[in-house]
């Protein structure tokens, strides 16, 4: 990978956001990056100040509550992957461009999932 040293003018009135998460959509680090994998970054870099995972930011605006959050988010995905069922009601594109967006609202079903026989 080729690094440059070009500069770029940001005209008066833009605004410059950054969006340290969509390293996570760089298909030279994470295979199929659009699909759903969990383990995604099992065997990656995980450390704070990691270039290839950016969840919480990083250096001096690093998230106080970075590892709170984790837990949280992991529960709630535990309880809501293990008890609940999704079903897309109406199809719809994805587009990153710079940001994830749809092309028409992404509608989905969640109901309680069955309970499963012995």
């Known amino acids: 990978m080729s690094k440059s040293k070009a500069r770029y003018t940001v005209p008066a009135g833009w605004i410059v956001a950054v969006s340290p998460s ?3 959509f760089d298909e030279e680090i994470y ?3 659009l699909k759903f994998n969990p383990w995604r970054w099992k065997g990656k870099e995980m450390i704070w100040g990691s270039k290839t995972f950016m969840v919480f930011g990083g250096g001096v605006r690093l998230c106080a509550g970075a590892e709170f959050a984790r837990l949280q988010i992991a529960m709630f995905l535990h309880h809501l992957f293990a008890y ?3 079903s897309v009601v109406q199809e719809c594109e994805l587009i990153r461009a710079p ?3 749809f092309t028409k609202e992404l509608l989905i079903h969640i109901s309680p999932s069955l309970p499963s026989e012995p």
């Open 84 to 86: 609940y069922d999704f």
């Open 31 to 33: 295979e199929n990056p």
């Open 99 to 101: 940001f994830l967006h």
């Open 22 to 24: 969509l390293i996570h």
